[in-house]
Nanobody, 128 residues
Framework: QVQMVESGGGLVQAGGSLRRSCATS????????MGWFRQAPGKEREFVTH????????DYADSVKGRFTISRDNAKNTVYLHLNNLKPEDTAVYYC?????????????????????WGQGTQVTVSS
């Protein structure tokens, strides 16, 4: 099993920045990919970004490209999400996720069903 604890988030004005952290423990060596998803009120949970822990390869949703950055510190078993130039439409509950499943089609890692471990989620609110 893998345990995940998120931190960071909160309230920020439009144009501001935040940093989210996701620390993992347990069977961390089994994790292949870690990602961030978000869910706004009345909407489906959507992909934001992910990172392959060994290679550092990343992918981003078009809505956050150029503004958000995902990074990892494998020594600390922690993944970070740097949210810059925030917009009111970024307001959502942000969830950290991890997958120990390997699929030949790497494109599936934008789907929440691929991830089998989830953090508790934290609200990020961007005021205009």
């Amino acid at each position: 099993q893998v345990q995940m604890v998120e931190s960071g988030g909160g309230l920020v004005q439009a144009g501001g920045s935040l940093r989210r952290s996701c620390a993992t423990s347990g069977r961390t060596s089994s994790i292949l990919v870690m990602g961030w998803f978000r869910q706004a009120p009345g909407k489906e949970r959507e992909f934001v970004t992910h990172i392959w822990l060994r290679s550092g390869s990343t992918d981003y949703a078009d809505s956050v490209k150029g503004r958000f950055t995902i990074s990892r510190d494998n020594a600390k078993n922690t993944v970070y999400l740097h949210l810059n130039n925030l917009k009111p439409e970024d307001t959502a509950v942000y969830y950290c996720a991890a997958s120990d499943r390997l699929f030949s089609n790497y494109g599936v890692y934008v789907e929440r069903s691929v991830y089998n471990y989830w953090g508790q989620g934290t609200q990020v609110t961007v005021s205009s």
